[in-house]
């Protein structure tokens, strides 16, 4: 280091001027810059030597929705006309999935349950669904898997020719009819929004448990007293989900069966539709349309229509379909 008194004219003191070697000021950074690397080094080890960080996907998904539908109307000299009457609808539906790797396997459970009292008619079921299903598929291709499943359906209470009225003659009743198929195919699910499941060997099981309906000829049982019938033959179930615009989704449902060994013509088919109408976190309206057509109930095309507001709560774990969104957007919260 040089350092250099300066002096004015007269030789007076004025200050020290300080200079620092360039030489020595290079060894000065070259140390820092040592120093900091290895400081750095140092920490970048440690973070490697932290955990890693766990999977958070989830093969497990459950999501559901739970509603309460309430509906009244009340009249008091009302030229119109018309009669007081309270109703309420809940129901249940969950979608409960494991997926991993190959492997998929989806359950569903729809329950469904509705009553109507109007002044002067008493009570009448609105609503009355059991339909829980179970599918397992084994990926063989993109999009593509070989299944086997199962499905349950049937309903709560029994049914009345003149709007379920107790006093007129019963035509249905819980497993009464009750229908069990099970079968192995293949299932088409390119995407969340798409399922296609076709089942060339699937067995169908008609129950039909009700004592006075074993004796009516119905539900093509083939001798009075019998209570189940066997069927073997094709099945065909499709689920397709179309959003419509914000907070309104519609989901659409289908089916077809043929019995090989009898009548193969008379082809079991069965559509539905259902519109949801998000209005907010906790309130939906929905709309449901069903049409079915089965020879062994009655010769006629059967259409049902529901329409509803109130309360729905939706439940969703969270879990991650693979890296695909869950195959239920439309009842997300």
């Not at 008194?5 to 070697?21: E, G, L, P, S």
């Not at 559509?271 to 309130?283: S, T």
């Not at 309206?285 to 939706?314: E, M, R, W």
């Amino acid at each position: 280091m040089i350092v250099q008194a300066v002096y004015d004219d007269d030789k007076n003191y004025i200050f020290y001027f300080c200079r620092t070697n360039l030489l020595f000021m290079r060894k000065i950074i070259a140390v820092f810059v040592v120093c900091f690397g290895l400081n750095a080094g140092a920490q970048e080890v440690k973070k490697d030597t932290l955990a890693p960080v766990a999977d958070t996907i989830k093969h497990w998904s459950v999501l559901g929705k739970n509603t309460v539908m309430l509906n009244q109307a009340a009249f008091s000299n009302w030229v119109g006309g018309g009669a007081n009457n309270v109703g309420w609808l809940a129901g249940i539906n969950y979608n409960i999935t494991y997926e991993k790797d190959k492997d998929l396997w989806e359950n569903i459970i729809i329950l469904d349950y509705g009553q109507n009292n109007t002044k002067g008619l008493g009570t009448r079921k609105t609503q009355d669904v059991i339909n829980i299903s179970t599918n397992y598929g084994r990926q063989f291709s993109k999009s593509w898997y070989i299944s086997s499943g199962a499905s349950f359906q049937s309903q709560f209470s029994g049914g009345y020719e003149d709007g379920n009225n107790p006093d007129a003659k019963k035509i249905s009743n819980f497993m009464a009819p009750g229908y069990l198929n099970l079968g192995i195919g293949i299932t088409y699910r390119p995407n969340d929004n798409l399922n296609v499941t076709l089942r060339p060997a699937n067995a169908r099981w008609t129950f039909v448990l009700d004592k006075d309906l074993q004796l009516a000829g119905s539900y093509g049982l083939k001798a009075d007293g019998d209570d189940s019938l066997l069927q073997f033959g094709f099945l065909g179930n499709a689920l397709y989900k179309v959003k419509l615009m914000e907070n309104i989704n519609l989901t659409n449902t289908a089916s077809v069966f043929s019995n090989y060994l009898d009548h193969p013509e008379r082809l079991v088919l069965a559509y539905g539709a259902v519109l949801n109408m998000k209005i907010n976190k906790y309130i939906s309206s929905n709309i449901t349309l069903d049409i079915l057509y089965d020879h062994n109930q009655i010769q006629k095309t059967q259409l049902k229509q529901t329409l509803g507001i109130g309360f729905a709560y939706t439940v969703n774990n969270g879990g991650k379909r693979s890296e695909r969104k869950d195959s239920q957007w439309w009842i997300k919260k």
